[in-house]
């Protein structure tokens, strides 16, 4: 397949410095570095206790205000290396209406066969960064090591700010099993992951977890609701009190070149720092799954993923292979050069000041299926802003919804005298939110609320992005005139 490009898919020719985050003063005891480069080399760097809340900074990048995760100060970048952690006290009750105050980035690292997505050769192959691995191989360093305090950079001030926030992930059922990531909510719990990490990939829907923070405290926990079709899931530690949770930016306001660090547990080693830069925003993935609904015919068939060979979890090592899948589904990916390996899955992207852009879901590898090579510098992490409303809802409701838009399609580009790319509406439902937009058969989808659309996987991956309800705004081509309409998306059955 070849490559699909998008108008912001540009990897600049030099990477930019990493800025030192606006509340580093409050991380560290030392002064903040010139602006060097944040090194580009991975470094596993054991985490410190859990930090004392501080007031978020005003001066972020991505929001105006702080984020205000269940109802407690989104900023916990506080203390200096070494100082005690301060023990904080669970409220009684927490607002679930909101993840945070502001956007989520969420990374997402699955494991896959790439056949053609977007952006990947069709020689290459993706791997899950869930790992078959015990809890016990999991263990990590207990504190930040900082050998040279008068020389500490920005990935060190990051790695002290977002390590309280991420945990290692153990799912077992029977004779399988694995690691993978997540990404602490609230100080009482709540974490979100990847479905793939808690279901092994829909092999089972009772397992057995253990999550263990990166101090070292180990939890139990229970699955809250899961979402296999943009393969998120949140999870309830049991007994938990005094957490840490992420601070979230918005990932729509991301840049290509801005930096980026992945955080998480690549082939059960918790607590593992890579930094890196994003390097496209807006591709498009298809992901075979065992754990998405099996598309039933009609209207479920609609906007469906097809037309690329779709990429396939990877439990890595010793893991027992989870039944063949029988669906697929598409899904709208940040892309980073950040080293994002098996064991990934579910851990945090986060950004220049320590805040959370994505959820690692996928990686590529290159030549075959084998990702025992590990990374590349090809990682896919899923949007802050997909996470953060999947994961409200998951709280709310035990599920999410998604988007239907009420017709079927097909690549434009691969139609007979095709003269573009896009997504072609081959037959609209009756009654349904493209019928009720005005748009016909025949018409190519060019652009869904003006992100680039090739093909009818980027516009199955957009369409599902937003939950049911929601307007959108398409272009397409008419007879060879390009045309506008607003549409309200029905909701796709699960």
Not at 402 to 425: M, Q, Y
Not at 465 to 487: C, F, I, N, P
């Amino acid at each position: 397949m070849s490559d699909q490009n998008f108008p912001d898919d540009r990897t600049p020719d030099a990477r930019s410095d990493a800025e030192q985050p606006a509340d580093h003063a409050r991380t560290s005891p030392v002064s903040a570095p010139d602006a060097a480069a944040t090194p580009r080399a991975d470094a596993t760097i054991p985490p410190r206790p859990p930090l004392p809340g501080a007031p978020a900074d005003a001066g972020s990048a991505f929001h105006t205000q702080p984020t205000q995760p269940y109802g407690q100060p989104a900023s916990h970048a506080g203390a200096a290396f070494g100082q005690p952690a301060a023990t904080t006290t669970a409220p009684e009750s927490h607002d679930r209406s909101r993840v945070g105050g502001g956007k989520i980035a969420a990374i997402l690292v699955a494991a896959a066969l790439v056949g053609g997505a977007a952006g990947v050769g069709g020689a290459a192959a993706v791997g899950s960064s869930f790992v078959s691995a015990p809890a016990s191989q999991s263990s990590g360093p207990s504190s930040i090591t900082v050998n040279n305090p008068d020389s500490v950079n920005a990935t060190t001030a990051i790695a002290t700010k977002v390590l309280p926030s991420v945990v290692t992930i153990s799912a077992s059922a029977g004779t399988s099993g694995g690691t993978g990531s997540g990404v602490i909510l609230s100080d009482d719990g709540y974490v979100l992951t990847n479905t793939h990490v808690v279901t092994l990939d829909g092999a089972t829907g009772d397992p057995k977890l253990s999550v263990t923070t990166s101090d070292g405290r180990v939890y139990a926990a229970t699955i809250v609701g899961t979402d296999p079709i943009y393969d998120l899931a949140v999870i309830k530690l049991t007994d938990a009190s005094g957490l840490t949770p992420i601070e979230f930016a918005d990932s729509s306001k991301l840049n290509v070149g801005d930096a980026t660090v992945a955080v998480g547990a690549p082939l059960g080693l918790s607590n593992t720092v890579t930094t890196g830069i994003v390097s496209a925003l807006n591709r498009s993935i298809q992901i075979a799954s065992s754990a998405a609904p099996e598309s039933e015919g009609g209207s479920q068939q609609e906007e469906t993923p097809g037309g690329r060979t779709p990429f396939e979890f990877d439990f890595g090592q010793g893991q027992q292979t989870p039944s063949q899948p029988k669906s697929s589904i598409a899904i709208s990916v940040i892309q980073t050069d950040a080293a994002i390996n098996p064991g990934n899955s579910g851990g945090a992207l986060v950004d220049g000041k320590g805040r959370l852009i994505g959820i690692n879901v996928a990686i590529a590898s290159a030549g075959g299926a084998s990702t025992e090579a590990g990374s590349i510098g090809v990682g896919f992490a899923i949007p802050s802003t997909v996470a953060e409303r999947v994961a409200n809802e998951i709280i709310d409701n035990g599920s999410a919804t998604h988007g239907l838009l009420g017709a079927t399609v097909g690549d434009a580009a691969s139609a007979p005298g095709a003269t573009r790319a896009g997504a072609l509406i081959n037959e609209v439902t009756s009654g349904g939110a493209a019928a009720s937009a005005g748009l016909r058969n025949g018409d190519i989808v060019t652009q869904f609320n003006g992100i680039a659309i090739t093909d009818q996987v980027d516009l199955t991956a957009q369409v599902r992005a937003l939950a049911a309800g929601s307007e959108a705004k398409l272009t397409y081509v008419r007879d060879g005139r390009e045309q506008t309409a607003t549409v309200t998306l029905g909701q796709l059955q699960q």
